[in-house]
């Protein structure tokens, strides 16, 4: 019986012995991503195209360090994912992806639902040619950020293509056949240099539009450096648009530079500089805070830079403080004096706004007579407005001597009320 038992077991050793190492190993797995026609899988994700693509699969995270991904024949995507995460793509050095066939391929495609974010200190270029084939293109959010620089030329579609495109603090050149951006919602932000174009004559820039609940259509530009060309609109919200600080330089070969079916806010010490064939503007209000407005009209007909239904409304605690336009002859007119009320009138119209603060006078010892205080030479009753500066000032008052010096405004409400202490004349007893 012994014998018998031993024999079954060394008979199933043998056996096991001579099955292929593979059949015991355990099985590579796979991640729902694609890097240039290579499927990620546990075994490959720390050593893709020679060790310059890495796949952390724990932080969904996708690292390109001099990497050139330009395999037309193995896939139609340079990356391509369906993860249920935010694929983060991280950059260092400097990366490509090329999809030259003419029949498609995208720079970096994600499910419907799935987010991009672009991160890290290096560069990547992304050539797109095929026909209706976009640079980077999702249904859900793409937002590049930290010192990452991304260039896309997508010769037969859009440049990128989301619904939140937020770029914070990166730099981004994005030219598409349709659009350099196609949202719902655009968001440039903390020093971002941002260039966009449309190649294609009835496109924009950036085309930002509502989504099928009517929601979104807003574009926010904060403290950023944006340039915008294109045939219609370089910036084009279907909402309201905003221009905090920073500058903005838009220009359209055949339309407004410029345009929102919204409203339009300028603040910030904004520079906005629009060059067009016919009037930027909006649809809703156009409010200006402090900021600096540059509109032109390169049209040889003549027809104002500034749309006549949406006239810029200097908003409360502004004003102007240069003013000048130019007509259909050339001729140079000021309108410093003449408010906001002909800002719709010429092909050129150049204003500058500043934050104004209501400062106000306390003169002591209380009960001075004939107390005189003037600023700037002008005489002052009650509160002046001034702009952010310094002042001199000059205040008389019986029995007193003259009082000259200078203050200094600020936005610190501390310095809008200036206390000035007078000095009594010596008694004249002759």
């Known amino acids: 019986m012994k014998k018998k038992l031993f024999a079954i077991l060394l008979s199933i050793v043998m056996v096991v012995g001579l099955l292929p190492a593979t059949a015991l190993a355990a099985e590579p797995t796979v991640y729902d991503i694609w890097v240039d026609g290579v499927q990620v899988t546990s075994e490959n994700k720390d050593n893709l195209f020679s060790g310059t693509v890495s796949y952390d699969p724990t932080t969904h995270t996708l690292s390109l360090n001099n990497a050139t991904l330009d395999s037309d024949t193995m896939s139609d995507y340079g990356i391509k ?28 495609y994600l499910n419907y639902s799935n987010s991009v974010e672009i991160t890290g200190d290096g560069t990547l270029v992304i050539n797109v040619i095929g026909e209706n084939y976009d640079g980077i293109s999702t249904g859900a959010d793409v937002k590049i950020s930290d010192k990452a620089r991304v260039i896309i030329n997508s010769e037969g579609g859009l440049g990128i293509a989301g619904r939140m495109v937020e770029i914070d603090g990166a730099t981004v050149d994005s030219t598409g056949l349709y659009a350099g951006i196609d949202a719902h919602w655009l968001k440039i932000i903390n020093g971002a240099d941002v260039t966009l174009k ?9 085309y930002i539009r509502k989504d099928q609940e009517g ?3 807003d574009i926010e530009l904060a403290a950023s450096n944006v340039k915008a060309t ?15 600080g920073g500058k903005v330089n838009c220009t359209s070969t055949a339309d407004g530079a410029i345009w929102a079916k919204g ?17 930027m503007g909006c649809n809703g209000t156009f409010t200006v805070e402090e900021a600096e407005i540059d509109a032109k009209n390169t049209n040889e007909n003549n027809i104002p830079a500034i749309f006549d239904e949406c006239v810029p ?18 001729t140079v007119i000021d309108l410093l004096s003449s408010g906001t009320q002909y800002f719709a009138l010429y092909k050129n119209v150049h204003f500058i706004t500043k934050a104004v603060y209501p400062v106000s006078f306390v003169v002591t010892p209380v009960g001075l007579t004939n107390v005189v205080v003037k600023v700037n030479g ?13 002042y001199p000032v000059e205040v008389t008052a019986d029995n007193c001597k003259a009082y000259t010096g200078n203050i200094t405004i600020t936005a610190d409400a501390a310095t809008h009320t200036q206390t000035v202490a007078m000095t009594y004349l010596p008694a004249d007893y002759t």
Do not use: C, M
């Open 230 to 244: 294109s045939y219609y609109p370089g910036l084009y919200a279907a909402g309201n648009l905003t221009v905090n």
């Open 263 to 279: 409203n339009i806010l300028i603040k910030g010490g904004a520079k906005v500089t629009a060059d067009g064939k016919f009037p």
């Open 198 to 206: 449309a190649t294609q004559d009835g496109r924009n820039g950036a």
């Open 215 to 217: 929601n979104g259509g």
């Open 313 to 330: 409304v200097i908003a409360d605690g502004y004003h102007l403080n240069y003013a000048k336009a130019v007509d259909s002859e050339g």
């Open 81 to 108: 994912t369906t993860i249920p995460s935010t694929l983060k793509i991280r950059l260092t050095g400097t990366n490509s992806i090329t999809r030259t066939d003419p029949g498609g391929g995208v720079g970096i």
């Open 378 to 390: 002008q005489e002052v009753t009650g509160s002046v407005s001034l702009e952010a500066g310094t």
